[in-house]
């Protein structure tokens, strides 16, 4: 979801040309972005055009953007969860 009244310059453009993600970041700017990764079973219409039952388990990635007070974008990604695996690595802060 795009908001438009923060974002008014993405109306009239042509997503099918241009994807949704990359034209707003070229376009749109942003304060602040929050990921949040979890695992769930999927919504109806997810399951079914991924391929997967209802219970399956999935990683769903949701992503949203503000410019300053005004949220610009909420995202809600579902995938398949066997085909995905979460890897960090990391140092301890020796400062």
């Known amino acids: 979801m795009i908001n438009l009244s ?3 310059e993405v109306e009239g453009v042509d997503f099918a040309a241009s994807p ?15 990921h949040r990764i979890s695992a769930a079973h999927p919504a109806a219409g997810a399951a079914k055009l991924l391929g997967v039952a209802a ?14 007070d005004d949220r610009i974008t909420h995202v809600r990604l579902t995938f398949p969860g066997e085909a995905y ?10 400062g």
Request: net charge positive.
């Open 55 to 68: 219970t399956a388990a999935c990683l769903v990635l949701e992503r949203r953007t503000w410019r300053g």
């Open 85 to 94: 695996d979460l890897v960090a690595r990391f140092t301890p802060n020796r």
């Open 20 to 34: 949704p993600g990359g034209w707003l970041l070229a376009h749109i700017p942003w304060t602040e972005a929050e």
């Open 6 to 8: 923060a974002a008014p």
